[in-house]
């Protein structure tokens, strides 16, 4: 049950876009179209805004999406802003039934 | 409003036993798996364990497995999880997760594991 790899930061500027990769194998990531992103501000529990390759809750902007190719999904969110900056995690489900985290993607928005 | 409720937690000394409960209010609690997530102090998030709707099956992270427990009470609304023969490693912010993709996270209970 490795975790996911994902980048320890990114940044962007306001206004522009950003990906975040998630990479597992092929008992993870690369076997379910189940993939879910959350995102996380200082001192507050985290908060899905993607699942299922491109399906948003209610009341999440349309400014995030995601998509996935072989092992690697991405989440991209376009038109940065400051409320983006907050920690970014994404997640799957394994062949083993069990489930497994992305290590966290710190974004700042400069 | 959908809501989930953690309590249980606290101060335990190595090698102690806690139980986590999670009262889960505003949906249909019958119809959906539930998790338990772990976030340790600055680190990031970690799988614990989550039992069906049904909570006939459950499965849980390599790292609990023969130490912790999940279990539910669908009567009751309410998610459970005991925790044996308690670590260090085990201290984290522990949260009730509804749901296949996590749809609504509770704020929380701290798990101390400290002598």
């Known amino acids: 049950q490795s975790a996911l790899t994902q980048p320890a930061s990114v940044s962007g500027s306001p206004g522009q876009s950003i990906t975040i990769s998630c990479t597992g194998t092929s008992s993870d990531v690369g076997n379910y179209n189940s993939v879910s992103w959350y995102q996380q501000h200082p001192g507050k529990a985290p908060k899905l805004i993607i699942y299922e390759v491109n399906n948003r809750p209610s009341g999440v902007s349309d400014r995030f999406s995601d998509s996935k190719s072989g092992n690697t999904a991405s989440l991209t969110i376009s038109g940065l802003q400051a409320e983006d900056e907050a920690d970014y995690y994404c997640?799957?489900?394994?062949?083993?039934?069990?489930?497994?985290f992305g290590g966290g993607t710190k974004l700042t928005v400069l | 409003e959908v809501q989930v409720v953690e309590s249980g937690g606290g101060l335990v000394q190595p090698g102690g036993s806690l139980r986590l409960s999670c009262a889960a209010s505003g949906f249909t609690f019958t119809s959906f798996e539930m998790n338990w997530v772990r976030q340790a102090p600055g680190k990031g998030l970690e799988w614990v364990s989550y039992a069906t709707s049904s909570g006939t099956a459950i499965y849980c992270a390599d790292s609990v497995k023969g130490r912790f427990t999940i279990s539910r009470d669908n009567a009751k609304k309410s998610l459970y999880l005991q925790m044996n023969s308690l670590r260090a490693e085990d201290t984290a912010v522990y949260y009730c997760?509804?749901?296949?993709?996590?749809?609504?996270w509770g704020q929380g209970t701290l798990v101390t594991v400290s002598s």
């Open positions: 997640s799957s489900y394994t062949t083993s039934s069990t489930k497994v």
């Open positions: 997760v509804r749901g296949r993709y996590g749809s609504y």
